[in-house]
């Protein structure tokens, strides 16, 4: 451990890394990966030694020769690599740590209390986590941190995981063996009153996952999942450089604002899981549902990743073996009234993430719309992508409609007409009630995209955002939406 140690060479063969691509990495593959996290520790940790005084430091050494094992599982921890990443590059800035100089000491001491554990077991499988909910450094992982768990709160997680562990050996043995293997501490995180349950990882704490309490086992288990798919990737970027542009923005199936490239691929690789997750239960109308919508997203982010041209060679072999798994799926069946609503839930997220996110000038709306008002052909405009204002999860209510909808729910409170129609499949009754939505208010945008959804075509489905914009501009609720949309496509 100390300053002149020897690391090892990290290699994963090119079978390996395609396995790992296609969500189906071996033991030994996950061990390379974790035996890279904890290399990269070290470094850190010899590079803060050079720059400072590290409290704790010499005791962990003193103690590695005694208990080499039981160290280098102390330094590989998580939270770890957050406090030396933090540590070292404020000092590289001119900066003085914000992360104390003493969490090695701390971790080292006897008398710090012995973090909390989860622990399952079923038909011989078994996972134990950490339940980080002291750790100073626990916010590390980009969400607020809960307080402390009371009894109870750590009863129901324990629970939770007991159910979720269950169902995850039962329906997907081999994913919850990586699981067990990868994932190492739970960081229970506030919830966020606009999302159904949110979670983060970082590059920097492998094997960590930040989330609130979620609402049941199941999606316990699939954010797990998720999480853990994004530990892996950030393991494979270390060794590997998958883009050569990470940061050009696009498209992502799974957020609201434009995403990186780097960030796409996280999702497609996370939702790779998932997708396998719901595949297993699709005899149930909404897991059905959630499998035939990300399949075909996980397809889409793939396919655009691989034409974007943002891509090294190692990521394109990556995206390209991930995509053969997902690929693989298609043949597999769902009924054909959810397969619609899958269908449309992705179009109505690209349609809403356009009028989002597209931004027509308004010196080009009011060319349109003088156009439109003499009668003129249109002239053709640009809607160029404008970067994202914030961080935002998908929030659409005609989701939610679906969703209560395949779980044989009432629908909820406040559900619009023309959403009912188009859940129930009327598109003609949906149609009229956009139309007139969009009459009363052109700011809506879910009327908008409800419009394209429901069968008007041209460039209400390729540029929702230019027709919207110049209906706003003409400020006249008489135009017809409709006849406005062929105006712009022909």
């Known amino acids: 451990m100390g300053p002149t140690a020897t690391l090892p060479v990290h290699r994963l063969s090119d079978p390996a890394f395609a396995a790992l691509a296609a969500g189906r990495p071996d033991a030994a593959t996950l061990d390379e990966l974790r035996r890279s996290q904890l290399s990269k520790h070290l470094l850190l940790l010899r590079e803060l030694v050079a720059a400072v005084p590290v409290p704790g430091y010499a005791e962990l050494v003193a103690a590695e ?26 000092l590289r800035a001119g900066r003085p740590p914000q992360a104390p100089l003493d969490y090695l000491a701390t971790l080292a001491a006897v008398t710090r209390p012995a973090a909390r554990q989860l622990t399952a077991t079923h038909d011989g499988r078994s996972i134990t986590v950490r339940i980080e909910d002291s750790d100073p450094l626990r916010a590390g992982l980009g969400l607020p941190p809960a307080p402390t768990l009371t009894t109870a709160e750590l009863d129901r997680w324990q629970q939770l995981l007991t159910d979720a562990w269950r169902r995850l050996v039962e329906q997907l043995r081999p994913d919850a063996e990586v699981l067990a293997t990868v994932l190492d501490c739970i960081v229970p995180v506030v919830p966020d009153p606009a999302a159904r349950g949110i979670s983060a990882t970082s590059v920097d704490a ?11 086992a199941t999606a316990l288990a699939v954010g797990l999942l998720h999480e853990t798919q994004h530990s892996l990737l ?26 990186p490239a780097a960030g796409i691929l996280h999702g497609a690789y996370a939702y790779l899981t998932v997708t396998r997750f719901w595949r297993t239960r699709r005899a149930d109308p909404l897991a059905a549902f959630e499998f035939a919508r990300w399949r075909a997203a996980v397809l889409s982010a793939a396919d655009g990743l691989l034409a974007g041209g943002t891509l090294t060679a190692a990521g394109t072999r990556f995206v390209t073996a991930l995509r053969a798994e997902v690929r693989s799926w298609l043949a597999d069946e769902v009924p054909a009234a ?17 009028l989002r996110n597209r931004h027509v000038q308004p010196r080009d709306a ?16 640009e809607s160029p992508l404008r970067p994202a204002p914030r961080r935002a999860l998908e929030a659409s209510g005609r989701l939610d409609l679906i969703h209560a909808t395949l779980r044989g729910e009432p629908a909820p409170a406040g559900a619009a007409d023309g959403d009912l129609a188009y859940v129930r499949g009327d598109a003609a009754a949906a149609l009229r009630a956009y139309r007139k939505r969009v009459g009363t208010d052109p700011g809506d945008d879910a009327a908008w995209t409800g419009l394209a959804l429901s069968g008007a075509g041209g460039a209400l489905r390729d540029t929702p955002e230019v027709v919207a914009a110049v209906h706003r501009t ?14 712009l496509s022909s």
Request: glycine share 6%; with cysteine.
């Open 338 to 354: 959810v397969a619609r609503l899958a269908t449309a839930a992705n179009s109505d997220h690209y349609l809403r993430w356009r």
């Open 366 to 381: 009011r060319l349109l719309a003088d156009a439109w008002t003499q009668g003129r052909p249109a002239p053709r405009v």
């Open 65 to 90: 020769r005694e208990d080499p094992a039981g160290v280098r599982a102390l330094l590989a921890r998580p939270l770890v690599g957050v406090w030396a990443t933090r540590c070292l590059s404020a």
């Open 206 to 216: 492998f094997g960590a996952v930040a989330m609130s309490e979620p609402a049941d």
């Open 234 to 259: 950030n393991a494979v970027q270390y060794l590997f450089d998958l883009h050569h542009q990470p940061d050009a923005l696009g498209y992502s199936p799974w957020r609201d604002d434009p995403r």
């Open 474 to 487: 003409l400020g006249d609720p008489a135009v017809d939406p409709l006849a406005l949309a062929d105006w």
